[in-house]
């Protein structure tokens, strides 16, 4: 594919980056390296349902960017191939955070018509189980970003699903999330978790997992050691992250570009580092997909927030005024808003002195730490002066129209 593609830009300039998919966070490589002992740890505990036998339920913690998702995909995609009666349903849980939305993609994974009328959860969910006893089958459900779940106190769901089917099990359940205490003190689903921790990648293992992706993604003889292993140990610094480490490597690659080499050096790096957060354009776009695939989505509101937050700290209500200048919402729309920005801990809270809630109130801040160089300057890219002025003017018609993150649940429910 890489021979099909040409060598230099439309300005005669060699190039580089011949497959950008492959940088991004998004790509699934079709080899997993250095997980091979959770992988097999998860084949293994989930294995048993193929011969509806009880397996292994598991929560599966780690920093972000150690490769949980793409693990648990990797291990599931190979049970599945090994039986027709399994079917595999991913759901980020700050996308899809009620039962209903859950079943949704369960009843669209077992190709399942629903009836036009509205119908309640638990009718939705009594004909899964209908479908899925009648035909045999059996569903594996992934709950990425687990933290969504019990942010809307939707942990019911977990229950349901692990004792579906009067004793014979009909799912296996795998929750993903970046926060190891998630289950500390939370028993209220009455299911037991295996926990499965994924430990950050060393710096040996980073460097060839940024190896790998440049093989597959830059041009042959177009990069060196010296300079993946200089991404790889800016990507250690900065948490581990697999992610950051791609971002870095695809702006040095830039970089090599822009000054018309056709080879990346530990100086072209450098410069990618010394760049930061600024990022404009089509790259400013590609740095909002790394954030989205960190946090499992930020809807408008909290990209919005999160411009409000960039200046600095604010108290309560300089959030309320500075937010309502770009769109109405209420306040306690907006305190949710804030919730869930806390709760994907991209922003922390601090009470304000006083023993009146409602006086006092709290003061709000970015947590950098956490989104980096690569998402500082998100929320400003896309919500640039003119872009806000347009939602000033239009927020009323998506109001008319509904919220569309809501549709998963909206179309079975009827609503």
Not at 2 to 24: C, M, T
Not at 260 to 272: C, F, M, P
Not at 313 to 323: G, I, K, P, R
Request: glycine share 10%.
């Amino acid at each position: 594919m890489v021979g099909l593609l040409s060598k230099s830009d439309k300005a005669g300039r060699p190039r580089i980056v011949v497959r950008e998919g492959v940088l991004l966070p998004g790509f699934t490589p079709i080899e997993l390296l250095h997980r091979e002992t959770e992988t097999q740890a998860i084949i293994e505990g989930v294995s048993p349902l193929l011969e509806g036998r009880q397996p292994e339920n598991f929560f599966i913690y780690g920093v972000s960017g150690t490769g949980k998702t793409t693990c648990v995909k990797h291990a599931l995609a190979r049970l599945a191939s090994q039986s027709s009666n399994i079917r595999v349903v991913y759901v980020n849980c700050w996308r899809y955070y009620t039962r209903m939305a859950v079943y949704s993609l369960i009843i669209q994974a077992l190709e399942e018509m629903l009836p036009r009328r509205g119908l309640a959860t638990d009718e939705v969910f009594n004909r899964i189980v209908e479908v899925m006893g009648k035909n045999n089958l059996r569903v594996i459900v992934i709950l990425d970003e687990l933290d969504g779940l019990f942010f809307r106190k939707e942990e019911k769901l977990l229950r349901e699903l692990a004792q579906a089917g009067d004793g014979k099990p009909l799912f296996g359940i795998i929750g993903v999330s970046s926060n190891r205490g998630l289950l500390k003190g939370r028993n209220e689903s009455g299911i037991r978790l295996a926990e499965l921790e994924f430990k950050p990648f060393n710096l040996p293992q980073m460097t060839a997992i940024l190896e790998e992706r440049a093989g597959a993604g830059l041009a042959p003889d177009s990069w060196g050691s010296e300079a993946i292993q200089r991404c790889a140990q800016r990507t250690l610094r900065q948490g581990g992250d697999v992610g950051v480490g791609l971002s870095l490597l695809r702006k040095a690659a830039k970089e090599a570009e822009k000054a018309g080499r056709s080879r990346l050096t530990v100086e072209d790096v450098a410069k990618a580092e010394e760049a930061g957060s600024r990022a404009c354009g089509a790259s400013g776009a590609r740095e909002d997909s790394l954030l989205e695939s960190r946090f499992g989505g930020l809807s408008e509101e909290e990209h919005m927030l999160l411009e409000v937050l960039k200046e600095g700290e604010l108290t309560s209500s300089a959030v309320y005024d500075a937010f309502c200048r770009l769109e109405i919402r209420t306040k306690r729309q907006i305190r949710n808003y804030l919730k869930a920005l806390e709760a994907k801990g991209l922003i922390v809270s601090e009470k304000l002195p006083g023993n009146n809630p409602v006086i006092n109130g709290k003061k709000f801040r970015l947590k950098h730490e956490v989104i980096g160089d690569e998402g500082r300057n998100i929320s400003s890219q896309k919500y640039g002066s003119d872009v806000v002025e347009t939602k000033r003017e239009t927020h009323c018609d998506r109001d008319i129209r509904g919220d569309r993150r809501e549709s998963p649940s909206a179309l079975i429910a009827g609503c």
